[in-house]
């Protein structure tokens, strides 16, 4: 068989040639599509030798450049509290051969702590020699923020529910020993349950942060007037209640708006309702004053002996919240001034007033 001749080697080198570019061509192309496909997500692909110095990254962690981590350790670059636990786990993968799996809290050098899902395995030649390691590492501090979050709401949650039942309990006692009938006792319960429901809305519109004291008036005084006859009259800072505060001071708006509503000067139709509060600087920060007043309502008598709606505007009032109620009964009008500390406020806004 004859040899090949000049011409067809050279044929033959062009044609190795073409394919060798073409195939160099297709690997960058593979390469490009895959960085650019890391880069995209929140991936952390990296190669470290038998010493742990960082030989490639790719997406590199908590804002560090290329070249801020290539070359160096991981003791050169993690907060010491945290780099022998990565550590440890990556010499562990050296000394056995086996993967590693694990999500790990660690901190950089100057920077914050964050969590990773951590997989890393071994790096071997062609001879199967363990060289060092390649791994991925995925930023999942979100989740676990999402995670402890969940926890606390579940924990808030479990709190105020206890809490919630508690106060039922209480009102379910004090409603039964101040009714005259079973009827009477379903009725009061149910309007008392209502505006417990009431003020938990308003809480919930708020996000469970805080509620509106001007938006809790009105709602507490809603079911007792018609909109039309302009008894009522509300003034003040806009400011948030804490929950405590917002579900007591409920109970005692709602209170009342229904002794106004059955004696006072929501009985008749020239009565009025004014509802006010300021801003009052204390030592331990600014706190709120409210005040009710009644007037244009028949005259009032005192009652003799304080009932359910006097317990919750006074006592249970002033327990839950820990500041001042003076409750009145003047012949013009009944009075109510409340003192809210600063510690169930959640905030002024010094812009508009309700």
């Known amino acids: 068989m004859a040899g090949r001749g000049p011409a067809i080697d050279a044929i033959w080198v062009r044609s190795m040639e073409r394919e060798r570019r073409r195939s160099i061509d297709e690997l960058e192309t593979t390469i490009e599509r895959y960085e650019l496909a890391l880069r995209e997500s929140n991936v952390t692909v990296f190669t470290q030798d038998?010493?742990?110095?960082?030989?490639?990254?790719?997406?590199?962690?908590?804002?560090?450049?290329?070249?801020?981590?290539?070359?160096?350790?991981?003791?050169?670059?993690?907060?010491?509290?945290?780099?022998?636990?990565?550590?440890?786990?990556?010499?562990?993968?050296?000394?056995?051969?086996?993967?590693?799996?694990?999500?790990?809290?660690?901190?950089?050098?100057?920077?914050?702590?964050?969590?990773?899902?951590?997989?890393?395995?071994?790096?071997?030649?062609?001879?199967?020699?363990?060289?060092?390691?390649?791994?991925?590492?995925?930023?999942?501090?979100?989740?676990?923020?999402?995670?402890?979050?969940?926890?606390?709401?579940?924990?808030?949650?479990?709190?105020?529910?206890?809490?919630?039942?508690?106060?039922?309990?209480?009102?379910?006692?004090?409603?039964?020993?101040?009714?005259?009938?079973?009827?009477?006792?379903?009725?009061?319960?149910?309007?008392?349950?209502?505006?417990?429901?009431?003020?938990?809305?308003?809480?919930?519109?708020?996000?469970?942060?805080?509620?509106?004291?001007?938006?809790?008036?009105?709602?507490?005084?809603?079911?007792?007037?018609?909109?039309?006859?302009?008894q009522v009259s509300m003034a003040g800072p806009l400011v948030l209640l804490k929950p405590e505060a917002a579900q007591a001071l409920g109970m005692a708006l709602h209170e009342l708006a229904n002794n106004a509503k059955k004696f006072g000067a929501l009985s008749v139709p020239d009565g009025r309702i004014s509802i006010t509060w300021v801003r009052v600087a204390q030592p331990d920060g600014d706190s709120v004053a409210l005040k009710w007043t009644e007037s244009g309502g028949p005259p009032v008598i005192a009652p003799a002996a304080r009932r359910f709606g006097s317990v919750v505007i006074e006592r249970n009032l002033e327990r839950a919240v820990g500041g001042k109620v003076r409750l009145a009964f003047l012949s013009e009008g009944v009075q109510c001034d409340i003192l809210i500390p600063a510690m169930f406020l959640v905030e002024f806004f010094d812009r508009g007033a309700i």
């Open 50 to 230: 038998r010493d742990l110095r960082y030989t490639s990254i790719t997406n590199p962690l908590a804002g560090l450049g290329v070249d801020q981590i290539i070359g160096r350790t991981d003791a050169d670059i993690l907060a010491e509290e945290s780099r022998n636990a990565a550590i440890s786990l990556k010499r562990e993968t050296l000394d056995t051969g086996g993967a590693q799996d694990c999500e790990i809290r660690v901190g950089f050098i100057g920077g914050a702590f964050r969590w990773f899902d951590l997989h890393i395995e071994p790096l071997r030649d062609l001879a199967g020699d363990i060289i060092g390691l390649i791994g991925t590492a995925v930023d999942i501090t979100r989740r676990k923020d999402d995670e402890a979050h969940l926890r606390l709401l579940m924990r808030e949650l479990t709190h105020r529910s206890k809490n919630l039942l508690t106060v039922i309990q209480a009102m379910a006692r004090q409603t039964a020993r101040h009714a005259t009938s079973l009827e009477g006792f379903v009725a009061q319960f149910d309007a008392r349950l209502q505006a417990l429901a009431t003020s938990h809305d308003g809480l919930v519109d708020g996000g469970w942060h805080g509620a509106s004291l001007g938006e809790l008036a009105g709602l507490h005084l809603q079911p007792f007037v018609d909109a039309a006859t302009r």
